[in-house]
């Protein structure tokens, strides 16, 4: 499960590192000429359209990574919490042995 999440967090770290879409790319700011080709791609190749497919995927997969965990967590501690009981159980049980087992002398 750490792995998958760690898997998610990698992916989210490269496309917002690698390929930040929404910002335009510096050499528009040198060379104000390729706006209009660079407005061109970006509509034939959809890229914020396939950002926001993205980000959906990838929040989806983060929130079932992190309800997975939470499951495996509360699993956890439900079984923590019968522990607790029964070592409880065992020292009654272990108080009543030696208040009525035992003889007194």
């Known amino acids: 499960m750490l ?25 528009l700011w040198d060379q104000p000429e390729l706006e209009r080709l660079y407005a061109r791609l970006e509509d034939e190749y959809e890229l914020h359209e396939r950002l926001a497919t993205l980000e959906r995927k990838l929040e989806l997969i983060e929130r079932t ?3 997975t965990l939470d499951l ?8 923590v919490e019968w522990y607790i009981v029964a070592l409880i ?3 009654v049980l ?3 042995y030696e208040m009525w087992g035992r003889p007194h002398p």
Do not use: C, W, Y
């Open 89 to 91: 159980v065992f020292e």
């Open 72 to 79: 495996v967590q509360s699993r956890r501690m439900l079984r």
């Open 3 to 27: 792995r998958h999440i760690g898997n998610t967090l990698l992916v989210q770290q490269k496309m917002i590192g690698r390929v930040e879409i929404e910002d335009k790319p510096d050499i």
């Open 94 to 96: 272990l108080t009543l």
């Open 65 to 67: 990574a992190e309800t």
